[in-house]
C-alpha cells in the first residue's frame, strides 16, 4: 500500500541553510511566505479567519533514517518516534504558526521554522478544542527543558 | 514532484463505519492500539514517557475532495483548508491522543478518533512547548462552538 502526495504550493522562509534554521516554530518569529498553487486557491476561503495554522510539509532535504536518533536538544539516543527528528520514513513535518494575512493565494506567517522551498502538503485550521492537551507529560523533553 | 509513502503501521478503534466515527479525538474517549510494523518498533524506544502523541495517517476511504466544503460542525460551505474535512488533495489525517500503554511494537491509546484499520504514517511526540497556542482565534469555528 502506498500514498502518492504532491504539493499542494510551497513554504518561502529566510532560511537556506539548515544548520539556520530555528528548531521549532515557537522558538522562531520569522516571517514567511505560504503560496499555494493557484488551483487550490479556492480552498483558502476563510482560512483568514484563524489565527494559527497548522502546516503540513515534506522533509524534502532529508534522506534515509535511523530508528534511534539523538534529537536537536538532547545528547542521548532516543527511538526516532519519541523525537521530532526530521529524518523519518515518511518524511512529513509539522509546524503550527500564526497566520497574519492572506492575499489571494498568499499566505503570511510568523514563527517559520522550515527552510526556504518546502513543499507543502496540507494546511489544518489549529483549533485549541482540537489541539491543546494540557496535564501532558514529555519524557526526555521534559528533563532536558528543565535543565 | 511527488512523495510516495508507505505505513508504517496501522491503527485499529472501535469504528468501522464513518458515520459512527467522533469528529475529533477531544470528542472521543474510545480506546484503540496502534500497531507499528516490527521493521519500525525499534523507533518507539522511550515514546512510553510522552503522555499524548500525534498521530499522522491516511485518509485511507477519502475519494477526490472539493476545494470548498460543510464541515461536520458548520452548515457553511468554507475553503477546504480552514476545515479538517477529511476528503483532501493529500489526504493526511492528524490526530492527537493519549498514549496509555507500550507493549513492544503495540501502544494503547485513548481517545481514538479514526476508522478501524487506517494507515499510519507517522508517530511524534506531542510536546506543549512546540504545540499548544493560545489566544488563538477560529473564525467559523469559534462562532459554530458558541451557539
Redesign the interface.
Given at each position: 500500500?502506498?500514498?502518492?502526495?504532491?504539493?499542494?504550493g510551497v513554504i518561502h522562509s529566510p532560511f537556506t541553510d539548515t544548520k539556520q534554521t530555528p528548531i521549532?516554530?515557537?522558538r522562531s518569529q520569522a516571517i514567511g511566505q505560504v503560496i499555494?498553487h493557484p488551483e487550490?486557491a479556492?480552498?483558502?476561503?476563510?482560512?483568514e479567519?484563524?489565527?494559527?495554522?497548522?502546516l503540513?510539509y515534506?522533509f524534502?532535504q532529508s534522506e534515509g533514517y535511523s530508528?534511534?536518533v539523538k534529537p536537536f536538544l538532547d545528547d542521548q539516543?532516543?527511538?526516532?518516534?519519541?523525537?521530532?527528528h526530521p529524518c523519518?520514513?515518511?518524511?512529513?513535518g509539522?509546524s503550527?504558526v500564526?497566520l497574519l494575512a492572506r492575499r489571494d493565494n498568499v499566505l503570511e506567517i510568523e514563527g517559520v521554522d522550515v527552510l526556504d522551498g518546502t513543499?507543502l502538503?496540507?494546511?489544518?485550521?489549529?483549533?485549541?478544542?482540537?489541539?491543546?492537551?494540557?496535564?501532558?507529560?514529555?519524557?526526555?523533553?521534559e528533563v532536558r527543558?528543565r535543565a
Open positions: 500500500m502506498e500514498f502518492v502526495m504532491r504539493p499542494i521549532q516554530p515557537t499555494i487550490f479556492d480552498g483558502l476561503q476563510d482560512v479567519e484563524f489565527s494559527h495554522i497548522i503540513l515534506a524534502h530508528l534511534r539516543l532516543h527511538g526516532l518516534f519519541a523525537t521530532r523519518r520514513p515518511n518524511p512529513i509539522l503550527i500564526r513543499p502538503l496540507d494546511i489544518k485550521p489549529y483549533v485549541p478544542d482540537f489541539d491543546v492537551r494540557t496535564n501532558t507529560h514529555t519524557g526526555w523533553y527543558s
